[in-house]
């Protein structure tokens, strides 16, 4: 079991992209941040699309996020990681009233995908930590333009990132007899189109709430261990 370094480092450029991105904040100009969250978008629905392609049941890529979805809803999980969030504002006394947006955007945008999923994979059972570093240069970037916009929230993404990552390092190995090449494509597939949600948020085309959606990861790799 290898050290998760690849999460730390992961964590250390959302905190330093963070920290810039306040420092600019309005001096950021507005069109700047426009044109970085429209890039960040367009580059994150392309990335997703290929994630999207490696399935090879559309059926069971189609059962996960409607079922995950409806779970997600029923139980409320967006309205309680805002409640959540919004705790932690009242704690931290931060007056900026996008708080809990941003922390909420940030953290969906650092922690959803495959190469947070698979980077931490990699380390934990390779102790190959390319894909993570290769994250971290992407977060740090996402990072300065995010804390412009949103404020201090997005630098906080730093600790469900962490965590997140670093369980997936930590308990890789546990879970690596369950886990084949056919149910971790389908799980990637499922991250593909969840962070093409995230380009289509990121250029305010729609509002998907993503994070309603998260027990469809969950679900598709138990549906793919049983089918595949």
């Known amino acids: 079991m290898f050290f998760p370094l690849g999460p730390l480092v992961n964590a250390a450029a959302v905190i330093a992209g963070g920290l810039i991105g306040l420092a600019l904040g309005a001096r950021l100009p ?23 392609f490696k399935t090879a049941s559309p059926v069971m890529l189609i059962f996960s996020i409607l079922l995950g979805g409806l779970c997600g809803e029923a139980i409320r999980l967006e309205e309680r990681f805002m409640r959540l969030s919004d705790s932690l504002k009242g704690r931290l006394r931060s007056d900026n009233p996008l708080f809990t947006e941003g922390l909420v955007n940030a953290a969906v945008l650092f922690c959803i995908g495959a190469m947070s999923f698979l980077g931490s994979f990699d380390e934990g059972l390779r102790g190959d930590r390319t894909l993570v570093y290769s994250k971290s240069v992407m977060d740090g970037f996402s990072a300065i333009a995010l804390a412009s916009a949103y404020g201090s929230g997005v630098p906080l993404a730093a600790v469900p990132l962490l965590l997140y990552q670093g369980l997936l390092v930590l308990f890789a190995g546990l879970i690596q007899p369950w886990i084949g090449p056919a149910a971790l494509n389908e799980i990637t ?40």
């Not at 969250?37 to 994150?44: K, V, Y």
């Open 30 to 52: 507005e069109r700047m941040r426009t044109i970085v969250f429209q890039g960040l978008g367009l580059c994150t629905m392309v990335i997703g699309m290929q994630m999207t």
């Open 189 to 228: 597939a499922l991250g593909g189109l969840m962070v093409i949600g995230i380009g289509l948020n990121l250029l305010n085309l729609t509002q998907i709430r993503l994070t309603n959606m998260l027990p469809a990861l969950p679900m598709v790799a138990v549906l793919a261990w049983l089918c595949l």
